[in-house]
C-alpha cells in the first residue's frame, strides 16, 4: 500500500516503549497544538481512578484541548478491586469516544493514551486500533501512546518513537513525585 504523503493528510504518531515519557511527549505536542489555536482531544484509557496533574493542567489549555478519562485506572495492581468486566466495558466506551472524535473532522489532533496497555491488557485489540486509524478523518492527527505498540500498528504509523529506560529514580527507591510523574 502506498503512503498517501499529501501535506493535508493527518500522521499517525505513536509513542511507545518501556521508558518514562510517552504521555508527557504526546501532551507536550498538546501544548504546542494549542499554542498555534488548533483544537485537540485528550482521550485517557487507562489512567481513570488517580488525579493526575494533566487534569488540571489541560483546563487551562481551554477551549483548545479538552481531555476525556475513559478508563477505570490501572487493572489488576495497586488498589484495583474493580471486576474485569468493567474494566473491559470502560474500555470499549473509550475506543467508541476515540472513534468519535477522531472521525468527526471537529479536532487537529486526538491523542489516545496508553491505548497500547488497553491492548497488552487484552481490553482491546489491535484490530480495534488500526479500525481507529482508518475511520479517522482526512486531516486529523491521531497520537497513540503506551507500553507494547503492535507491530501492525507500528507498521501503519507515521512516526513511531520508542521511549527507552536507562536508569529511573524507583530503581533508588524513590517514589512517584507530583507535577515529575503525576
Same mark, same amino acid.
Given at each position: 500500500?502506498?503512503?498517501?504523503?499529501?501535506?493535508?493528510?493527518?500522521?499517525?504518531?505513536?509513542?511507545?516503549?518501556?521508558?518514562?515519557?510517552?504521555?508527557?511527549?504526546?501532551?507536550?505536542?498538546?501544548?504546542?497544538?494549542?499554542?498555534?489555536?488548533?483544537?485537540?482531544?485528550?482521550?485517557?484509557?487507562?489512567?481513570?481512578?488517580?488525579?493526575?496533574?494533566?487534569? +488540571?493542567?489541560?483546563? &487551562?489549555?481551554?477551549? =483548545? $484541548?479538552?481531555? /476525556?478519562?475513559?478508563?477505570?485506572?490501572?487493572?489488576? %495492581? @495497586?488498589?484495583?478491586?474493580?471486576?474485569?468486566?468493567?474494566?473491559?466495558?470502560?474500555?470499549?466506551?473509550?475506543?467508541?469516544?476515540?472513534?468519535?472524535?477522531?472521525?468527526?473532522?471537529?479536532? +487537529?489532533?486526538?491523542? &489516545?493514551?496508553?491505548? =497500547? $496497555?488497553?491492548? /497488552?491488557?487484552?481490553?482491546?485489540?489491535?484490530?480495534? %486500533? @488500526?479500525?481507529?486509524?482508518?475511520?479517522?478523518?482526512?486531516?486529523?492527527?491521531?497520537?497513540?501512546?503506551?507500553?507494547?505498540?503492535?507491530?501492525?500498528?507500528?507498521?501503519?504509523?507515521?512516526?513511531?518513537?520508542?521511549?527507552?529506560?536507562?536508569?529511573?529514580?524507583?530503581?533508588?527507591?524513590?517514589?512517584?513525585?507530583?507535577?515529575?510523574?503525576?
Amino acid at each position: 500500500m502506498a503512503a498517501d504523503i499529501s501535506k493535508n493528510r493527518g500522521l499517525v504518531i505513536c509513542y511507545t516503549g518501556n521508558g518514562k515519557g510517552k504521555t508527557t511527549a504526546a501532551l507536550g505536542l498538546c501544548i504546542r497544538a494549542a499554542g498555534h489555536r488548533m483544537k485537540v482531544a485528550v482521550v485517557q484509557f487507562i489512567k481513570g481512578s488517580w488525579h493526575y496533574g494533566e487534569m +488540571d493542567g489541560i483546563k &487551562l489549555l481551554q477551549p =483548545f $484541548v479538552e481531555l /476525556q478519562t475513559a478508563g477505570k485506572g490501572f487493572v489488576g %495492581i @495497586l488498589d484495583d478491586k474493580l471486576p474485569r468486566e468493567e474494566h473491559v466495558a470502560a474500555a470499549q466506551e473509550a475506543l467508541t469516544i476515540a472513534g468519535e472524535k477522531a472521525a468527526s473532522g471537529k479536532y +487537529d489532533i486526538v491523542i &489516545l493514551d496508553e491505548i =497500547f $496497555v488497553g491492548v /497488552q491488557l487484552e481490553l482491546i485489540t489491535p484490530a480495534d %486500533i @488500526l479500525s481507529l486509524i482508518e475511520n479517522c478523518a482526512t486531516r486529523t492527527n491521531l497520537v497513540l501512546t503506551g507500553r507494547g505498540a503492535p507491530p501492525e500498528v507500528i507498521e501503519k504509523a507515521d512516526l513511531v518513537t520508542e521511549m527507552t529506560e536507562i536508569k529511573h529514580p524507583f530503581q533508588k527507591g524513590i517514589q512517584a513525585r507530583k507535577g515529575i510523574d503525576f
